[in-house]
């Protein structure tokens, strides 16, 4: 048994029944790490000087951000484009391209290395070299344990070495649009050159969280290692981020990662759902246990300032339902569809106390969906509220039910539809209008001939009978003559 294992399963547990605290005890901040902190609360709140924009809470976080993870709207922004060091809160990363990688069943062998590479006391589950886990065990290991050997083994399973894996997280934050993040390792332990920020890491989070198996992972209060022939000790593993575990409750936790150095000190990334809404909070360089307190506050703040608000509901600028040259011609039965109408999923992030006629909006054509005609943003003074979208009807058969009758024994018959497609009908009549105007104007065409044959051989029957009965003289020249 390692030297760490032998720490993490005899000597913590022996200490916390002395001291229950000291199992999970983050280190003591100083008094001028306090008094910085107290400092860190008179920084500017970029979004409380946003006009008749609600006032977010002053924190001792150097940065934090509060985003809605579905619409990605800002509702607290205080220094989110600062570089700063991640601390664990790397792992959200890396569990996040593992899972794109990885099969849940498949096996993570420990080298010497992913071990042993690590500096002593850093965060671990004691795993020795040579000894491995299915993949699944090994996200529980991360995200509930914030095991840094579990972080390295997955990284070198995955890419081939802790450096390449480097490189694909460096690759996947420039996707997800991250400007100020550079990844060195996949664990977070300090370096110079590994840093994020409070807006890329909420980004990072946006798509963590809209994974179903890693949010639920990552919201595990504790979970139980059980022995294995691959890995022989049976113990367990509480989570460190209080709102998880449940030593702070708030309603609506969807999961989260703590994190910490001496360099990056205190880091939290949390996520939590209601009232419609699912907002991450993020906080960066924070004193113990202040992370969970700023982080209650900034929820608090999102739940009872903001709201879900539909914009096919309110949207009056854009009057795409009300307007004929929008609409279809009625069809058979008198119905006329839309030919473009408001998504109706379409909602923004409102402040509470705005009203829908407040907002800006703009419109543009370039589009992703296939249905997609425009896409129309919302913003208030310059923040940003909300994307709808400005869809194409799809062209569907229309489904017309019939009363059901009882036949002479009192049975109800099966049940019958008729199917009308509404454009074909339309099409037939088309094509039938068309064939009767042509035979329509062909007999016009051949009755306009005959007329005209008849006239000319009417025409030439007179010529021969003058011919043959001489000259005629009409009557009128000779009047009063007698002849």
């Known amino acids: 048994m390692s030297l760490y294992k032998f720490f993490a399963l005899i000597l913590i547990p022996v200490l916390a029944l002395s001291n229950p605290a000291i199992a999970h005890a983050a280190p003591a901040a100083s008094e001028d790490a306090l008094s910085e902190a107290e400092e860190r609360k008179l920084l500017p709140i970029e979004s409380n000087q946003i006009e008749n924009w609600p006032a977010g809470p002053a924190i001792g976080a150097q940065s934090a951000i ?92 995955v890419a081939g070495s802790r450096q390449a894996f480097a490189d694909l997280m460096n690759d996947k934050a420039k996707e997800l649009g991250c400007k100020n993040t550079h990844f060195v390792n996949a664990h977070g332990l300090h370096d110079e050159q590994h840093y994020t920020s409070a807006y890329d890491l909420a980004l990072i989070g946006k798509a963590f969280f809209q994974n179903e198996l890693l949010s639920k992972i990552g919201n595990t209060a504790s979970h139980h290692f059980e022995a294995t022939s691959t890995q022989p000790d049976d113990f367990y593993e509480r989570n460190k981020h209080q709102l998880i575990s449940g030593t702070i409750p708030y309603e609506g936790i969807k999961g989260g990662k703590t994190g910490y150095t001496d360099d990056a000190r205190q880091t939290l990334v949390t996520c939590a759902e209601q009232n419609g809404m699912k907002l991450i909070c993020v906080v960066l360089k924070e004193e113990s246990p202040e992370q969970f307190y700023d982080t209650i506050k900034l929820f608090d703040y999102g739940f009872t300032n903001f709201s879900v608000v539909g914009v096919a509901e309110n949207e009056t600028k854009y009057s795409i339902q009300n307007s004929n040259f929008f609409n279809t011609s009625s069809d058979v039965f008198g119905n006329s569809n839309p030919v473009l109408f408001l998504n109706k999923d379409s909602y923004l992030i409102m402040p509470k106390n705005i009203t829908f006629e407040e907002m800006d909006s703009r419109i543009s054509y370039d589009t992703a969906g296939e249905n997609e005609v425009a896409t129309i943003q919302y913003f208030y003074h310059g923040a940003y509220l909300g994307t709808a979208t400005l869809d194409r009807a799809e062209s569907t058969p229309v489904y017309y039910e019939f009363e059901e009758n009882t036949d002479m024994d009192g049975e109800v018959p099966e049940q019958k539809i008729i199917v009308v497609n509404i454009k074909l009908i339309l099409i037939g009549i088309a094509i039938a209008a068309a064939l009767l105007i042509a035979i329509i104007m062909i007999r016009s065409i051949i009755r306009s001939y005959n007329i005209i044959e008849s006239k000319s051989a009417a025409r030439r029957w007179t010529r021969k009978r003058k011919r043959k009965d001489g000259p005629h003289f009409p009557s009128s020249r000779f009047r009063g003559y007698d002849l």
């Open 66 to 157: 509060l985003m809605e993870a579905n619409t990605g709207v800002i509702l607290y922004a205080k220094n989110i484009d600062e570089k700063l060091f991640p601390a664990s809160t790397t792992k959200l990363m890396t569990c996040l391209i593992a899972a794109e990688k990885c099969q849940l069943n498949e096996t993570i062998t420990f080298s010497h290395d992913a071990i042993f590479s690590l500096e002593p006391g850093s965060s671990n589950i004691g795993i020795d070299e040579g000894q491995s886990m299915p993949f699944e065990e090994c996200l529980y290991g991360i995200l509930v344990a914030s095991a840094n050997e579990v972080a390295n083994a997955v990284a070198e399973h």
